[in-house]
């Protein structure tokens, strides 16, 4: 069954605990990113990754890091978390043909809660 | 203001009914325009994506785009309640952005 899986589901941290919420995708996309979704301003993408060892800032990156060791795995670590970070996250990926980017799969998300 | 802006609704609607949910935006640069539907507690389900403008048919729902008008709509036909649940616009020209999402209700 193709899927993209994070863990945890759900997390409860305090400020300035380093943490990684992890993604794994079955479906050898080379496309995954990082979204994090807040009351009234829907999904706003976080990082991205095109390929392997190939990683771009999203549109509120500040705060988060990634990497893509394996095409499989692209973990979200938050290096010092605030409360502003409080938030769901969501991984996805998909694959690509000449940029146009097909189907997109969610994973479940991650509910972050930082006190 | 915002790239893209969405109704947040709630819409409530009849069994039955014709749904129009709508997006407007403001850069010229997207290309690719998708409809995801996300129930609670799930992660987003890509339901239609288009290129440019035109209509694209795929069952009960039909999504259109106006690039003239910036403009997009997703229609649902004879809509159930199996369908509620938020309705997210999404564009990408270099980057994907999307809408604040539109919550429907689809009463039996």
């Known amino acids: 069954e193709a899927q993209v899986t994070q863990n945890p589901r759900y997390l409860i941290t305090v400020t300035g605990k380093k943490l990684t919420v992890t993604c794994s995708q079955n479906?050898?996309?080379?496309?995954m990113s990082w979204y994090r979704q807040d009351p009234g301003l829907g999904l706003r993408q976080i990082y991205y990754?095109?390929?392997?060892?190939?990683?771009d800032k999203g549109d509120v990156p500040e705060g988060y890091k990634v990497s893509r060791k394996e095409k499989r795995n692209f973990p979200l670590i938050l290096e010092s978390p605030s409360p502003n970070q409080t938030s769901l996250y969501f991984c996805?990926?998909?694959?690509?043909?000449?940029?146009?980017?097909?189907?997109?799969?969610f994973g479940p998300g991650t509910r972050l809660l930082v006190l | 203001q915002k790239e893209v802006e969405q109704d947040p609704g709630p819409l409530s609607v009849p069994e039955g009914a014709i749904v129009s949910l709508n997006c407007t935006y403001s850069?010229?640069?997207?290309?690719?325009f998708m409809w995801y539907r996300q129930y609670s507690r799930k992660g987003p389900e890509l339901l239609m994506y288009?290129?440019?403008?035109g209509n694209k048919e795929d069952g009960r729902f039909t999504a259109q785009v106006d690039k003239s008008s910036k403009y997009i709509s997703l229609f649902i036909r004879d809509s159930q309640p199996s369908d509620s649940a938020t309705y997210l616009c999404?564009?990408?020209?270099?980057?994907?952005?999307f809408g604040a999402g539109t919550r429907l209700f689809v009463k039996a």
């Open positions: 996805a990926s998909s694959s690509e043909t000449q940029g146009y980017q097909e189907t997109q799969y």
């Open positions: 479906m050898n996309h080379e496309y």
């Open positions: 990754s095109m390929n392997v060892e190939v990683t």
């Open positions: 850069n010229s640069a997207f290309q690719y």
């Open positions: 288009t290129y440019s403008s």
């Open positions: 999404a564009m990408r020209g270099f980057k994907t952005i």
